[in-house]
């Protein structure tokens, strides 16, 4: 290269010396010759820049050939999942070119082979996925090792498949035959001879196709015959002593017995006694051989005819034990969230784990009526006051009771009841404050009804001016302060506690369980461990009653008949 460049320069300052020459022979002036000089130098700077330019542009030719090459390369190489290494960028261009146009070619005939190998082994493995029953594939266009090994894989599998399958047959053929000797039914007694049987289950047997149809059938003949067999061997032992404790149980008369022991030849006690034993301590030794089907099928209807017995026997008992439950939510007036909490973790079953449940809280819940149900009474009967009070307001306030026959009588009425509320229902507000604060101290829980503090429902109706039930304290003209009950002495106010929700879980009255009951719209509280057909009167009477049934155009009445001591 310097030595081109060093021949160019001499050569072109020999050629301007002689042009110079010229110039002087020819007369031209310095100006002159100068603009021509100038000229000649700029016409062979044009020739070098065109050739440069050629050069260049035959350059970024081979260069974005050699740059598409290795696109191309590459996506093939994705294509396939191969690694394929190719010519480092820094050498020459022409060099990469060759070398690259080399690996393009090599790299299209093995994707040619791969995409043949891809073929040959699908066409391969459809026949064999046939004869297994098993739904092939759609054959995709994609062409790369790892679809190749995917296939393979796919092939070997299924030809061990098939070979294990094929190899089955015999075996499977065997036990059959086995099944039918031991239950002395002669080969060609059955259904068929088992060549015939096979080719009758897979008409195309002889051509090996569907042979998973074929062995799948077979296996499913062979159990049927094994549980046949074991059917016939294992239910009398099995199934005879859980029935003999059933009879105990449900103490089923003797003469219902006797007809199960007449099928098994065992209305002999002693010989029974032994065949007990022998179901209890040594089961194998008499399940070797087969008993009567007539035998089998007494005892499978024995025992579910005693299962349902008992089935039938356990629902009453839950019913029973039910109903005994649902008076005593009823007398200790529990609230419906407490109500179905316990619903959902009995639930509905019939077993004797749901049996102890409901004892359980029967027991506890009679233990809490024995400290619950005094203040319960006192509580329904200031309810009772309540409501009846709602009923005279209604009377009271129609104007037309004045003129209406028996008006006079009527206000008599009113007045008698109205003397008689004033002084009962503060007497009975005071009388539960102070044992309700008495029993929550002493429980260490809160007094529910229906879910809420009483005693904070007692704070609520002093607190609230606009309560319904104001007439009641404005009957009363010398109503003690809130601290002080009707005989002057000083109480504590409402104590307020907090009340625990949980009612699922049984704890001891000392724990703090709380309890809280539906709205009974009766005067009186049941006796919780007596059933619905039983009623008590659990009103408490004093020696002061009125009734006073005084219609109204709203049809709507008001009966005293109970007061407290």
Known sequence: MEEI??????????????IDHCFIDLKTNDEEKFEKEKEIAEEVKQLLLSKLKFIESTTQGLRAEVENLREQLQQIITK????????????PLYQQQVELRKILISLEEYENKLKQQIHEV????????????????EFTNEVSVTRLNYLQTAYQRSCDELKRMSESIEPLKREIIDCWQELRIPEENSDQPIDLFIRGLSPDYINDKKIKQIVN???????????????LKETVPS??????????????????????????????????????????NDPTSITNHFYPLSAVEACEKELNRLENIKKSKLKKQIDELKDKLQNLWKS???????????????????????????QKEITRLEQLWETMGPLLKLIVRREWIKSQMKVFEVSASDPRRFFV???????????????????????????????LAKWEEKYQATFLFIGKSYLQIMVDETERPNFELLHLRLFTNDAPNSNTNRSGKVTQPYKQTQVVKQYATTVNLASGTNFSGETNTNNTASTPTNSSNNSTNNSTNTNSSINTNSSINTNSSINTNSSIN
Not at 333 to 345: N, Y
Request: aromatic content about 8%; hydrophobic content about 35%.
């Open 5 to 18: 460049v060093k021949d160019l320069l001499e050569f072109t300052h020999k050629t301007f010396i002689c």
């Open 80 to 91: 396939l999942g191969i690694d394929v290494p190719l010519p480092d960028p820094n050498d």
């Open 122 to 137: 699908y066409e391969a493995l459809l026949p064999i996925l046939d004869k297994l029953g098993v739904e092939s594939e």
């Open 217 to 231: 059938n077979l296996e499913s003949k062979r159990d049927e015959l094994q549980t046949q067999i074991k059917r």
């Open 239 to 280: 199934y005879l002593p859980k029935i003999c404790e059933f009879w105990q149980e449900l103490e089923i008369p003797e003469n219902e017995r006797n007809e199960l022991w007449n099928l098994l030849n065992l209305i002999n006690e002693e010989n029974r006694a032994i065949f007990l034993n022998q179901c209890y």
């Open 332 to 358: 200790l007036h529990m609230s419906e969230e407490q109500k179905q909490e316990f619903e959902e973790l009995v639930g509905d079953n019939c077993s004797p784990d749901i049996i102890e449940k409901l």
């Open 405 to 435: 026959k028996g008006g006079s009588k009527r206000l008599l009425e009113e007045e008698k009841f109205r003397k008689i509320v004033s002084k009962e229902f503060p007497k009975l507000t005071d009388q539960l404050q102070e044992q």
